[in-house]
């Protein structure tokens, strides 16, 4: 686990992601390996790409965590493209990311942090399949599947 520095707003940071070209394969594998819709595939990625963006904007110490979902499986489609997946990292992040799993529900204030970090960074550009987290955490309806 560790800092990752920031060195652009997530927004920017975000921007930049959005056109790299592990993009295709990532949504190919998503689709075919983990039974992502097809039709939102895209939309979910970017998701993704907002997560992964607001990670430098999370407070040092503070646990920042993915939820059981749809972006979940990108993230793990993008694991299995191993080679883009590392270069990725370190071309946005300085470093690699690991994936580190959670058995059971995780704690409800990882998951508020992480929520409070993803509304912050994006506002009401925040990605649809992000905002359900904040009405899953309100309803009780979230589980943890890994943390940073």
Not at 7 to 30: F, W
Not at 60 to 69: F, I
Not at 117 to 123: K, Y
Request: charged share 25%; aromatic share 12%.
């Amino acid at each position: 686990m560790g800092t990752i520095e920031m060195v652009k707003p997530p927004v920017d940071l975000y921007e930049d992601m959005r056109v790299d070209k592990a993009r295709v394969a990532v949504i190919r594998t998503a689709v075919e390996d983990f039974a992502v819709p097809p039709e939102d595939a895209d939309a979910i990625y970017d998701a993704f790409l907002q997560w992964m963006a607001s990670l430098p904007a999370r407070p040092a110490g503070q646990r920042y965590v993915m939820l059981k979902s749809d972006v979940d499986r990108i993230f793990h489609a993008f694991i299995l493209n191993t080679q883009s997946y590392r270069e990725f990292c370190h071309r946005y992040l300085g470093r690699f990311v690991d994936h580190h799993p959670i058995t059971g529900d995780g704690a409800r204030i990882d998951v508020e942090n992480t929520v409070a970090v993803l509304e912050s960074s994006f506002g009401a550009n925040l990605s649809p399949f992000l905002r359900m987290w904040s009405r899953d955490l309100d309803a009780e309806a979230w589980t943890v599947s890994c943390f940073q």
